[in-house]
């Protein structure tokens, strides 16, 4: 189902956390979700996203694959979770995203979404422009930002049409 290139960066379960941040998905039978951790700095070393595809600056910290069998749509969702730095998250998406698009999938036509997640802590700063930067790449259905942690956060948005 995924694109080759991340087949190495592949993550058992359905759920990531990092920075004390939390993600999940519980998949419905009609669904097929996998999770791709491309940040190899961190905690896949055998991914080398970085290296094969030539990225330069920083990435997000991980892809999840989104197969919904019913309808047969295959949503690419770049996630990044975060302590707070609203500008950076976006920043890294779009990096990753700047350099996945080029790549050719196997799949029918993907839909590409955005998701960040935040910790708890203080209120995140919201710059007007760089969320504007983030919608013109993923409109503002295809893209959120959150600090609701739990079961199925990500689910939820990935079923959103």
Same mark, same amino acid.
């Given at each position: 189902?995924?694109c080759s290139i991340i087949q190495p960066c !592949? +993550? ?6 990092? %920075?004390? @941040? ?10 097929? @979700? ?9 905690? %896949?070393?055998?991914c080398k996203i970085r290296e094969r595809l030539?990225i330069e600056g920083e990435i997000s910290d991980?892809? @999840? ?16 979770? +975060?302590? #707070?730095?609203?500008?950076?998250? @976006?920043?890294?998406?779009?990096? $990753?995203? +700047?350099? /996945? ?18 910790? /708890? #802590? ?6 007007? !422009? ?6 013109? $790449? ?6 959120? !930002?959150?600090?609701?942690? #739990?079961?199925?956060? /990500?689910?939820?948005?990935?079923? %959103? %049409?």
């Open positions: 189902m995924p !592949h +993550k058992d379960g359905m759920s990531y956390k990092e %920075n004390n @941040v939390r993600i999940s998905v519980i998949p419905k039978d009609h669904e097929i @979700v996998e999770f791709f951790i491309i940040d190899g700095k961190k905690k %896949n070393n055998d030539g991980l892809i @999840v694959v989104y197969k919904n069998l019913k309808d047969n749509k295959t949503i690419y969702c770049i996630i990044e979770l +975060k302590s #707070g730095n609203f500008k950076k998250a @976006v920043s890294q998406i779009l990096n $990753t995203y +700047k350099y /996945l698009i080029r790549v050719e999938c196997c799949c029918s036509p993907i839909e590409w979404r955005a998701f960040m997640c935040f910790n /708890l #802590g203080p209120p995140i700063r919201i710059n007007d !422009h760089t969320l504007n930067t983030l919608k013109k $790449t993923f409109p503002a259905e295809k893209s959120a !930002h959150t600090k609701q942690q #739990g079961n199925d956060n /990500l689910g939820r948005f990935l079923r %959103n %049409n």
